[in-house]
């Protein structure tokens, strides 16, 4: 067969499985509304697993059957040279194409193994801008004001289509209009608003539905996310969040992806952007549940910033870790994991356990308390980016992952993820009241974790961090397990006055035994910090609270972990 030829139909295949690959997506995330409805959660946390693991299934797919077409051919460069021209004329007038030629680089990467770049077999990071062009697209409901808020307001909720009654319908419209006139009391005119603009489609995660949007005003405008809760007795609106700070941690790095059916990612991720103007954009794709884009995005965002940094790598602030080499560039706000060649005698794992563990982490409900940690592989550096001591670091302890090629360095696998202050500097920094609000979030913190089944492991503060909205979140997964697979005891009486002044533990402990009256000698707080945790979370440090977080979910509770306050409407707390 010509060359030609062949170019084009594997072309033509890749951009087929593409297809079938994102109406699948689609599919999947449309079943987020009936889920909603019938209040299946469970079904939801399925959906939300599935639809993570759709990528690689095709990615996976794709290259076998291009493999067996090509047969000896399937490394040839100049071919998928050829290849690669025609995949870009056939995607060239269809909306997302960056989505396409990310999947493009997936299939080349698992042929060639690529190291760095590769411009002339692969769609190169720094140039593919997902929003660069981006169409004019019709995915916004505008309301206008026409002289009653309330009235606007209903014409919002009746929009959203659910076969669900509402509970109290009147209820929620006063709960939505009261909460826009306490903000516009405080920072605007209410009297000035002229309309309010919402994403046709609504967003959905686990046990919730949002309506995402903001309210206009004369010169001015800010986010509106209407959350609506599914109950036995009707469906009801559960909060109102109206300020970015709130809106971004309900977009956070720190939680399950959102399921909404969107016909064009592009248009609608730059309205997001304008509600959160300090979330990357690379965030906003992988929470939408474009984790592939979000990864490119990453690369690009972060070897744009390079090209004028004059800053180097450097180890990141905190305590050295045991299991990974962390490091970052001061002028970049993320954090580089290495995984070190040997571990310690204390910690009783092996490299897959990390990578596996880490792999858990991608598909479970991080319920935001665990960090969104992407994999990257085969990335290519100039050496003269990283301070000697860390280079030195990196050779030495990480040899595995990191190799050198001339004046550049090879890192062969690492995670990439947000850089955060380690909590345990940020209360030892901060003052007495931020540090001591820090402590409470981190007790809750605990509690997210293990309502998710989660238990942490080692529960020290340094392998927890703060983010810039003072949000507590868990970093450190080599020890974290199941709460479910963990037995919860209590500290054993001591038989006997010499039992009681031995130095080592006298009694059995099984691999799986965990004592959590215990923890509170390992966490390193002062006093008042001490007083501040054991007041609120004190029964943290009780097997019996374990035990009954055990029962709640191997009864398969789903249990559940809110972006926002639950007490933010009036109406919430008789659901």
């Known amino acids: 067969m010509p060359t030609a030829t062949l170019a084009r139909d594997c072309a033509s295949n890749a951009v087929d499985a593409f297809e079938h690959y994102n109406a699948e997506f689609r599919a999947i995330t449309r079943r987020a509304p009936l889920r909603f409805e019938a209040r299946d959660w469970h079904a939801s946390q399925r959906d939300a697993v599935e639809r993570i693991e759709l990528y690689d299934r095709y990615v996976d797919r794709t290259v076998a059957a291009l493999r067996l077409r090509l047969g000896a051919d399937a490394t040839d460069r100049l071919l998928w040279s050829a290849i690669k021209r025609e995949f870009e004329r056939l995607i060239e007038a269809l909306p997302d194409a960056e989505f396409r030629k990310t999947f493009f680089n997936s299939l080349t990467r698992r042929f060639f193994g690529t190291v760095g770049v590769s411009p002339e077999i692969e769609f190169v990071a720094p140039d593919l801008d997902p929003l660069a062009r981006v169409a004019d697209y019709d995915f916004l409901n505008t309301y206008q004001n026409r002289g009653s808020l309330r009235l606007l307001l209903e014409e919002v909720l009746s929009d959203f289509r659910c076969k669900a009654p509402w509970r109290d319908f009147d209820r929620s419209i006063q709960n939505v209009a009261a909460e826009i006139e306490r903000h516009c009391h405080a920072h605007a005119d209410p009297g000035t608003v002229t309309r309010v603009e919402m994403i046709r489609p609504a967003f959905f995660q686990i046990t919730r539905a949002y309506l995402v949007g903001r309210v206009v005003g004369d010169g001015w405008h800010v986010p509106l996310v209407i959350v609506l809760k599914n109950t036995e007795r009707g469906m009801l609106v559960d ?19 959102f399921h909404v059916d969107l016909e064009r990612v592009g248009r609608a991720l730059l309205f997001l952007k304008q509600l959160m103007p300090h979330k990357p954009v690379s965030e906003l794709f992988t929470v939408l549940g474009r984790a592939k884009q979000g990864k490119t995005e990453r690369y690009r965002e972060l070897f744009r910033h390079l090209q004028t940094a004059t800053d180097q790598f450097v180890p990141a602030p905190g305590e050295r870790g045991l299991v990974m080499v962390v490091f970052t560039l001061p002028s970049f706000d993320v954090v580089f994991k290495l995984i070190r060649d040997r571990f ?52 030495a302890e990480a040899a595995d992952s990191v190799h050198e090629d001339g004046d550049d360095l090879i890192i062969d696998h690492c995670y990439i993820e947000r850089r955060m202050t380690p909590l345990n500097i940020y209360v030892r920094e901060a003052g007495a009241d931020e540090a001591a609000q820090a402590v409470l979030d981190y007790g809750q913190a605990i509690r997210d974790l293990a309502h998710t089944n989660i238990f942490a492991g080692d529960l020290l503060l340094k392998n927890f961090g703060v983010t810039r909205n003072r949000r507590v979140i868990f970093y450190d997964y080599d020890e974290l397990c199941l709460v479910t697979d963990c037995r919860f005891r209590e ?41 501040v945790f054991l007041k609120a979370h004190g029964e943290v440090l009780t097997a019996h609270w374990w035990r009954s977080a055990q029962a709640r979910l191997r009864a398969d509770e789903v249990i559940e972990v809110l972006p926002y306050a639950a007490h933010r409407v009036s109406v919430a707390s008789s659901a």
């Open 491 to 531: 500290l054993p009486a001591p038989a006997s006055d010499e039992d009681e002044m031995r130095a080592e533990t006298w009694y059995y402990v099984a691999d799986n035994d965990v004592f959590p009256e215990t923890f509170i000698n390992f966490l390193g707080l002062d006093d008042s910090l001490r007083d």
């Open 344 to 395: 310690p005698a204390q910690k009783n794992i092996v490299r897959q356990d990390v990578l596996t563990k880490y792999e858990f982490v991608f598909k479970h409900d991080r319920a935001g308390r665990l960090v969104d940690a992407q994999e990257f592989k085969r990335l290519r550096f100039s050496q003269r980016l990283f301070s000697p001591p860390l280079l030195a670091e990196l050779l």
């Open 239 to 257: 909060a109102v969040m109206t300020r970015d700070s709130d809106v971004s941690v309900l977009f956070s790095f720190t939680r399950s992806y």
